[in-house]
């Protein structure tokens, strides 16, 4: 099928305030992406799929609504460019989860590598909220609602879009070709995940482990100068080690001035280069990329009805796209009787 114009559909949960990894991972992207004339971007706070695994602790959702909705205006998301909207807002999703659970099997969302790793890291045993488990079902639906052609997603993502690009199969073979089957935009390679700065693989709210978007400079400072080196280098005339160096592996991200960079690899590599001077130097490059955003985050939490208002009205416009694609559901399906 050929688009004439690409329409995206991106978004997160909102449990917290965004941080590096999501700024490095999805939203540097999503600006870039809304400049393109070409391309129409629908970005979903999902607070629906946050409430599957935090339903009794409501209030952890819906207060990060705005902590989220500013990260995305502060980085550069533009309402008039892209459509911020909340999932809760959306009843069509609902609804289109609803039908397209009649076209899986219990046991194909069981196998689904991402639903088990998932359910194996929350530790919910055998009691695992029936919401959670159905969540790709859910996905499918956020996907196709806005007949997204285009789904940027990291590579431990790809099993959901697998799914729904099932789900889509079954439905236009079953009732008409009526969805449209989307692609994954995938991180270039040696993009994926930014590392925790302890070292661990994933930066997460859980493990306490990253910097936020929000951070003040005083708080970047310390996290910073706490950050995971080479527990080996020791002293300053010591040779350090530069893979798995923390300090390092967010320079090669962050920094601009990658010959700089270069030397002081080949440097601390050889000796006499010590971990408070390469830290400093990654607190510069950080303050630089984030002192702007920083400024802009501050200047609309000051009125926090605007953003909220931002949001309203996208939610307004994304439920009319999510209208018009489930009335041609139903019709296809045969069950949109009083039109």
Do not use: W
């Not at 971007?41 to 629906?48: E, G, P, R, T």
């Not at 799929?49 to 935090?54: E, P, S, V």
């Not at 970047?220 to 100068?225: L, R, S, Y």
């Not at 931002?310 to 139903?330: D, Q, R």
């Amino acid at each position: 099928m050929f688009f004439l114009k690409n329409i995206i559909l991106t978004g997160d949960r909102p449990t917290g305030k965004l941080h590096l990894g999501h700024y490095v991972g999805s939203l540097k992207t999503r600006v870039e992406m809304q400049k393109e004339s070409n391309n129409q971007l629908f970005v979903m706070i999902a607070d629906m799929q946050a409430l599957t695994d935090n339903a009794k602790n409501p209030e952890k959702v819906s207060s990060n609504v705005l902590e989220v909705a500013l990260d995305y205006l502060a980085v550069g998301l533009d309402p008039t460019k892209s459509t911020l909207f909340i999932q809760s807002q959306i009843p069509e999703l609902a609804e289109l989860t609803m039908y397209y659970l009649n076209l899986v099997s219990v046991g194909r969302v069981r196998r689904n590598p991402t639903v088990k790793n998932e359910i194996e890291q929350k530790k919910f045993g055998g009691g695992v909220p029936t919401g959670f488990f159905i969540y790709p079902v859910s996905q499918a639906a956020d996907i196709t609602a806005f007949k997204a052609n285009l789904v940027p997603v990291g590579e431990d993502q790809k099993p959901m879009l697998e799914q729904t690009q099932e789900i889509v199969q079954a439905f236009n073979h079953t009732y008409g070709n009526v969805l449209v089957e989307p692609k994954g935009v995938f991180p270039p390679k040696g993009m994926g995940r930014l590392p925790g700065i302890d070292g661990n693989g994933k930066m997460s709210k859980s493990l306490g482990n990253g910097i936020y978007i929000s951070d003040s400079a005083d708080v970047v400072k310390q996290k910073v100068m706490n950050m995971y080196t080479d527990p080996n280098h020791i002293h300053v005339k010591d040779p350090g080690k530069v893979e798995g160096n923390m300090v390092f592996t967010y320079l090669d991200v962050f920094g601009k001035d990658k010959e700089a960079i270069e030397k002081m690899k080949a440097h601390y590599r050889s000796g006499g280069l010590g971990d408070v001077k390469i830290k400093r130097y990654l607190i510069d490059v950080l303050e630089e990329e984030f002192a702007p955003i920083r400024i802009r985050r501050k200047e609309l939490s000051n009125d926090p009805a605007a953003v909220m208002d931002i949001l309203h009205k996208g939610s307004e416009e994304a439920a009319k796209t999510a209208a018009k694609t489930l009335s041609e559901v139903k019709t296809a399906m045969g069950i949109n009787y009083f039109n």
